[in-house]
């Protein structure tokens, strides 16, 4: 795919198709950023990634840790029956969806493709399995000594979550980079277009042109993996990590 993105157009096609480009050129990623203005696209995926990832965050970690550690009439019964969701495909659940965002007027905005990722029964099935390591001993202390539960939550509990915390944030930024499907179907105007709904238009009209596709894939690809290798450790320990030591 890199090397691809670097050859002349047309020089990918040829038989046998060449490993390496015979003379390098950026021409492609010239014509993705000034031709097609795919630098505009590139932001409209960061914001909405970054966005859909604070939100999740915001929404998931209080009430996956609620799930765990605080007591209230229910707790078990709601939680089984969001465990339960897990097993339904999302695309059932696409249209009412969307049919509920018209109605509400968020359609053809990026607030209604944040909306799937505000709070994703996996990401609080993830912070209440890891929430469930947290001694219990830890928290009524802090309780003794007079701390709030907010207290408790953004003292105690956030630290000892950033493992988990990270991994959830890699998974709901990874997801929703790389969704194509719901913006596809949420968003009309062109010029809100996420990244691979941006590429998916620009492929039909270019489908001959494997260079540029490449370049364009080069693009979709580059920041999502530098993101994973920069947090990877996080992102380990988070997934091993079993039980908290103290």
């Known amino acids: ?9 047309g020089e ?9 480009p015979g003379d ?12 097609f203005g795919v630098g505009r696209f590139l932001l409209n995926s960061l914001l909405v990634s970054t966005l859909a990832t ?9 009430a996956g840790y609620a799930f765990a550690k605080l007591r209230f009439k229910g707790r078990d019964a709601t939680f089984r029956l969001l465990v339960a969701a897990l097993v339904v495909p999302g695309q ?27 709070a994703g029964i996996f990401g609080i099935f993830l912070v209440r399995q890891y929430s469930l390591s947290i001694p219990d001993e830890m928290l009524e202390a ?10 408790i939550l953004r003292r ?15 998974f709901v930024f990874l997801g929703s980079w790389n969704d194509f499907m719901w913006p596809l179907i949420v968003l009309a105007d062109q010029d809100l277009y996420t990244l691979p709904v941006a590429l998916a238009a620009l492929s039909r009209e270019h489908v001959q042109d494997n260079e540029l596709m490449m370049a364009g ?13 920069a947090l990877q450790r996080f992102y380990l320990s988070g997934l091993l990590a079993g039980s908290v030591k103290g």
């Open 1 to 9: 795919m890199l090397s691809v993105s670097f050859m002349a157009r």
């Open 12 to 20: 990918a096609a040829q038989f046998p198709p060449p490993l390496l």
């Open 24 to 35: 390098p050129t950026l021409d492609n990623y010239r014509a993705l950023f000034g031709t």
């Open 54 to 62: 604070l939100l999740a965050l915001l929404f998931t970690i209080p």
């Open 92 to 118: 059932i659940g696409m249209l009412p969806l969307f049919l509920e965002l018209k109605a509400m007027g968020l359609v053809n905005s990026y607030a209604g493709a944040l909306v799937p990722w505000l």
């Open 142 to 151: 802090a309780r003794i000594d007079g701390a709030s539960e907010a207290q």
């Open 156 to 170: 105690i509990v956030l630290p000892i979550l950033t493992p988990i915390i990270v991994t959830l944030a890699l």
């Open 217 to 229: 894939a080069v693009v979709t690809t580059l920041p999502v993996l530098i993101l994973f290798l």
